[in-house]
């Protein structure tokens, strides 16, 4: 069962992307914590437990499963299943373990769903930007490989556990998806050892397991143009969260244009979030059960835009949507026990700002 408890805007608040804040409260040995650098983000875990060496192993459980995801399915390393996936499929058909054949059934739905929102063949271009370097696929090469962006080029057999490319330049990258799944399997870790209490966070998409002993917890959404300030907190219990946006990696052009890595699997490029345009998004968190579905869902709805994004959540049982859109106004689904337009006047602990342009 999930819970939310409204939304509390924070100005001048630390700096936090989807992170949990610690309540106020008296010190206690019995809360453990770590974080560590796996699969190219920042992956922390906070759990309850009475015996200091159980939980120090626990989170090591939960760290060499990070580890071990990362191993498998970053197609950044030359001997993941993904990459030899990426070598081979566009030759002949490759055989998938369980895991991977589960991931890319999950992600062939989603793009069922969202009208090819969400499709993992963004890789085709998208592994020709870099964005510590600055580097972006040209014109040239954008037309020559957009044809290879298609997910129905995923010839997936499910029964079998088979994949072929149909598209002889199409690559995968489950990089929408990979890091829900992970925080989904290092609460099942923490879970099946009896742990009540614990959060977990890779990146933008966390998970909790149960409440902060009798807290709910409090996560912070990250003001998308200010480090410094969260556009709002919002207390959850038993829930995942994931959270989109084009502020994490990004750089900006010689036209001074945003490029970040959420690619329109229609145009082969970054969405657009120009702010001529109030339907673009520039961070989306969707809250659910699972961070097997809250993170493709954020990658979908950032994607679609601010209408048909939310109208696809309204639709889905289970889940709801936190938005600020390019204008930097906040927007919510229906479900949220929140005005879905708000008052920018004095918000209270049940409100929060319609607009939050950062203070000067």
Same mark, same amino acid.
């Given at each position: 069962?999930?819970? =939310?408890?409204?939304? /509390? ?9 989807? &992170?949990?804040?610690?309540? *106020?409260? +008296? ?11 796996? #699969?190219? =983000? ?8 009475? !015996? ?40 002949? +058909?490759? =055989? ?8 890319? !059934?999950?992600?062939? &739905? ?31 090469? +954008? ?6 962006? !298609? ?26 998806? *990979? ?25 933008? $998409?966390?998970? #909790? ?25 919002? @207390? ?20 001074? *244009? ?14 657009? +979030? $120009? ?8 961070? /989306? ?10 993170? @493709? ?25 936190? /938005? ?12 949220? !026990? ?8 004095? @918000? ?13």
């Amino acid at each position: 069962m999930q819970k =939310t408890h409204g939304a /509390v805007i924070c100005r001048g608040a630390p700096y936090l992307f989807v &992170w949990l804040l610690l309540l *106020a409260s +008296t010190a206690s040995a019995e809360w453990h914590y770590e974080k560590q650098a796996i #699969m190219g =983000t920042e992956v922390s875990v906070q759990l309850w437990h009475e !015996d200091e060496k159980k939980a120090q192993e626990l989170i090591g459980q939960v760290m060499a499963e990070f580890h071990r995801l990362d191993g498998e399915l970053s197609p950044f390393k030359e001997n993941s299943e993904l990459s030899r996936v990426n070598r081979g499929a566009g030759k002949q +058909t490759v =055989t998938l373990s369980s895991e991977l054949a589960a991931l890319i !059934d999950k992600s062939l &739905w989603y793009s069922e769903q969202t009208g090819g929102a969400f499709d993992i063949t963004f890789a085709s271009l998208g592994k020709h930007y870099d964005f510590r370097k600055h580097q972006r696929a040209d014109n040239q090469l +954008t037309e020559k490989l957009l044809p290879a962006i !298609d997910y129905h080029h995923l010839r997936f057999n499910k029964a079998e556990n088979t994949l072929h490319f149909a598209h002889p330049d199409t690559s995968i990258d489950l990089g929408g998806i *990979a890091k829900g799944y992970s925080v989904d399997r290092a609460i099942h870790i923490l879970h099946k050892a009896g742990v009540c209490c614990a959060s977990v966070s890779a990146g933008g $998409d966390a998970r #909790m397991l149960g409440d902060k002993r009798g807290q709910p917890w409090l996560v912070g959404i990250r003001h998308p143009r200010d480090k410094g300030k969260n556009a709002v907190v919002i @207390p959850l219990e038993n829930t995942a969260i994931s959270t989109s946006g084009d502020y994490e990696r990004y750089f900006i052009d010689e036209g001074e *244009a945003r490029v970040h890595h959420i690619f329109n699997p229609t145009t082969g490029m970054p969405t657009n +979030t $120009d702010d001529t345009d109030s339907d673009k998004l520039i961070s /989306v968190s969707i809250i659910g059960p699972r961070g097997f579905d809250t993170d @493709p869902l954020s990658t979908s709805v950032f994607v679609l835009g601010k209408a048909k994004g939310l109208a696809l959540i309204d639709r889905l049982p289970g889940f709801e949507a936190v /938005v600020i859109d390019s204008r930097k106004r906040l927007f919510f689904s229906r479900g949220l !026990d929140i005005p879905r337009h708000s008052s920018t006047e004095q @918000p209270s602990a049940t409100q929060t700002a319609n607009q939050i342009t950062p203070e000067t």
